[in-house]
């Protein structure tokens, strides 16, 4: 059974940093696109940040850009999102998710998803 599970989250401190990992099982996601989505309550899943299967090209939503970085290890089958400089706004469920397309900030071209880990940043 296809899986991801993320890890990483916790309680920072605005300035702060926090590495998340998502952990890819059941069947090979290196030829995925991966992405970074986030959801903070009342509001709608959004996008944070992609990576081609190969690693070679990156995508950041403008609220993250400069401070965020997605990598991943395909040997290991994990994506990393690092993030420095966090802000109160940042605080949210972060999820990853998978997609064989090529539209990388759309919720809706994703094929697999974790089931989130929680980052809240304190003011």
């Known amino acids: 059974q296809e899986q991801l599970v993320e890890s990483g989250g916790g309680l920072v401190q605005a300035g702060g940093s926090l590495r998340l990992s998502c952990a890819a099982s059941?069947?090979?996601?290196?030829?995925?696109?991966m992405g970074w989505f986030r959801q903070a309550p009342g509001k709608e899943r959004e996008f944070v940040a992609a990576i081609t299967w190969t690693g070679s090209y990156t995508y950041y939503a403008d609220a993250v850009k400069g401070r965020f970085t997605i990598f991943r290890d395909n040997a290991d089958n994990t994506v990393y999102l690092q993030m420095n400089s966090l802000k109160p706004d940042d605080t949210a469920v972060y999820y990853c998710g998978a997609t064989g397309t090529n539209y990388y900030t759309s919720a809706l071209s994703y094929d697999y998803w974790g089931r989130g880990t929680q980052v809240t940043v304190s003011s």
């Open positions: 059941g069947r090979t996601f290196s030829r995925y696109n």
